[in-house]
Nanobody
Framework: QEQLVESGGGLVQAGGSLRLSCVASGRTFSSANMGWFRQAPGKEREFVTAISWIYPNTYYADSVKGRFTISKDNAKNTVYLQMNGLKPEDTAVYYC???????????WGQGTLVTVSS
């Protein structure tokens, strides 16, 4: 079973940047892609971005296009999320996920908290 471990969350001022990492272990290579969701306090979990394991395809939610960039290192089974121009509304727990995203999730990470102060 795949296990996902995130890192890189923290507190940042509005306009700042953070980089999240997610390492996948025990991969079965059955999942089509890997990506990120987020859940703000009192809100439902929402899709943020995903990247194909095999192809250079990337997908972004409209709310983060032009500010967030997803990338991967297949040799390390690692996906990165570079977040620039952070806004207070980006404050959330960010979850790494793998599967046929965003519609089907095979595994979740434990989440990492990102807090953006105004």
């Amino acid at each position: 079973q795949e296990q996902l471990v995130e890192s890189g969350g923290g507190l940042v001022q509005a306009g700042g940047s953070l980089r999240l990492s997610c390492v996948a272990s025990g991969r079965t290579f059955s999942s089509a892609n890997m990506g990120w969701f987020r859940q703000a306090p009192g809100k439902e979990r929402e899709f943020v971005t995903a990247i194909s394991w095999i192809y250079p395809n990337t997908y972004y939610a409209d709310s983060v296009k032009g500010r967030f960039t997803i990338s991967k290192d297949n040799a390390k089974n690692t996906v990165y999320l570079q977040m620039n121009g952070l806004k207070p509304e980006d404050t959330a727990v960010y979850y790494c996920a793998t599967g046929d995203l965003p519609t089907a999730v095979d595994a979740w990470g434990q989440g990492t908290l990102v807090t953006v102060s105004s």
